[in-house]
């Protein structure tokens, strides 16, 4: 969709026009007659900027039209798929002319979506505003809501256009001053966290084309060896024990004549697995 700006960049934009590095798009009636831009006077709070159009009194026309408008562009997967959004928005506005007397109502409408909304401004002083900065008394216009995104192909990403227009009069050889300032739209809608992928990587496969031994075979072939070697010489010596006290046995029963010879089958187990 055109003119679409992510929404956590709308959250930290200038509140200018696009021509100012700005999030807002202009419509405007006789192109020629009606100037618009992004403003900076010490009364536009709110944000960086905000959004100024102003007739001369050459123009030719008895009413104008002025839009401004944007995309809001969501990713779905942060409120867990919903297609449906629940949001605040907000917006004040500042109306004012040399000839419109103080306090003519006018009506201003904005849209969110599908869903517009009306709200009454009345003319003011534009000489207060413009040259003592005094007179922007209202207080910004709230409502909220629930917007049906519209779809991207992929239906991964959801777009919300906002508009704030308003129509108003113009007397001949008059000088009117239109203002828009502390514009807001948050989706009230719970986020859902999106899990990052996993840092750990799974073990990977060992080698077929290694001609060595893994490292665990091979400590643990040298650990059992060493436990093997330990066994025998243990038994070894317990053997030599035995045969000793077996020999001393039997010098006694002889009168220590000699060593009286056993036969192997009749041997110990010892002698037996050890001859």
Not at 18 to 44: E, H, I, K, M
Not at 163 to 169: D, E, S, W
Not at 176 to 193: H, R
Not at 255 to 271: K, L, S
């Amino acid at each position: 969709m055109p003119s679409e700006i992510s929404y956590s960049d709308f959250q930290s934009s200038n509140g200018a026009l696009a021509t100012d590095s700005g999030p807002w798009l202009l419509y405007r009636s006789y192109y020629d007659d009606v100037n618009c831009g992004s403003s900076q006077r010490s009364f536009c709070t709110g944000s960086e900027y905000c959004l100024a159009c102003w007739v001369f009194p050459s123009a030719t026309q008895s009413s104008y039209t002025v839009s401004f408008f944007t995309t809001i562009a969501v990713k779905l997967a942060e409120y867990g798929g919903n297609t449906n959004l629940r949001y605040d928005w907000q917006y004040t506005a500042w109306w004012g002319s040399r000839r419109t007397a103080v306090g003519t109502a006018l009506q201003m409408t904005s849209s969110v979506g599908d869903t517009d909304y009306s709200d009454n401004i009345s003319a003011s002083n534009a000489t207060e505003l413009l040259s003592f900065s005094r007179g922007w008394d209202y207080q910004p216009w709230k409502h909220s809501g629930e917007v049906n995104v519209a779809l991207s192909p992929d239906r991964t990403m959801g777009y919300i256009p906002l508009a704030i227009n308003l129509t108003f009069p113009r007397q001949t050889g008059d000088y009117i001053n239109y203002f828009v300032k502390e514009v807001s739209f948050k989706i009230t809608t719970e986020s859902t966290p999106v899990p990052s992928p996993s840092s750990t990587a799974p073990p990977g496969p060992i080698s077929s084309g290694s001609k060595g031994l893994p490292i665990g075979a091979f400590v643990g072939g040298i650990i059992g060896a060493a436990i093997l070697v330990a066994g025998i010489m243990f038994l070894v010596l317990f053997c030599r024990k035995r045969e000793k006290r077996s020999n001393a046995t039997s010098n006694q029963s002889a009168g220590g004549t000699g060593i009286t010879q056993i036969p192997v089958e009749q041997a110990p187990f010892c002698q037996q697995h050890l001859l």
